[in-house]
């Protein structure tokens, strides 16, 4: 069983995923983020709780309380394993600086996409994962209807301005009845939650400091 928690880092940190994209910065993030609290997100759950899809629920703030001991622990694993710009199988140099934590590192280079339990650039195994991030996805997935969640990977992205992940399918995981949580630390960001076709039109979702999304199941 493989559950995943996603921590992203704009200059400092921000994130996405499921066929999810990110980009900072921009007019259009300031657009996005006055139309935040409209109703393109409907409240559900727990106060501060939003819905975005089935399944996909927004955590306004949730992880600001923590973001002391969140940044310490992201300096922490990057001293051991420093963020990269990877490959992707077809050569496309990605914008977005990456590391892991935990069991397993989601890497990809020209043999293809896939977790690994060891570090591809120095061989070994990657940073354990921090108490603080066990604690924050556990208490995240908990408040989304997600019980009992633990993830064994952790994937630490870093968004400059001008960085993006294009929107795309996670298709590497185990168990898909397990949920991924992307929690946004830093600058805002733009993220584009897709639906289940390509068809589909996308929600966009202005993230801003100490957000958590929780989606899956």
């Known amino acids: 069983m493989r559950s995943t928690l996603e921590l992203y880092a704009n200059g400092a940190s921000s994130g996405c995923l499921l066929r999810g994209a990110m980009s900072s910065g921009g007019d259009e993030m300031k ?32 992880a600001a309380p923590a973001q002391t001991i969140l940044l310490a622990a992201i300096r922490e694993v990057v001293a051991r394993a420093p963020f990269r710009h990877m490959v992707t199988p077809g050569g496309f140099r990605m914008s977005v600086a990456m590391t892991n934590c935990g069991a397993l590192g989601w890497v990809t280079d020209r043999k293809g996409y896939r977790y690994d339990s060891v570090d591809p650039q120095n061989g070994e195994p990657w ?29 630490i992205n870093r968004y400059e301005p001008g960085a993006k992940l294009s929107l795309h399918q996670d298709k590497n995981e185990v168990d898909f009845g397990e949920p991924i949580l992307s929690v946004s630390l830093g600058i805002p960001a733009v993220f584009l939650f897709g639906g289940l076709n390509r068809g589909d039109k996308p929600i966009r979702v202005a993230l801003t400091h100490g957000d958590v999304v929780v989606w899956g199941g």
């Open 31 to 62: 657009r996005l983020r006055d139309r935040a609290t409209g109703d393109l997100l409907a409240p559900v759950g727990p106060s501060g709780a939003e819905h975005l899809a089935e399944g996909a629920v927004l955590l306004r703030g949730f």
């Open 127 to 155: 940073p354990r994962m921090p108490d603080a991030f066990l604690k924050l996805a556990r208490d995240a997935a908990s408040h989304a209807g997600f019980s009992d969640f633990v993830p064994d990977a952790c994937l």
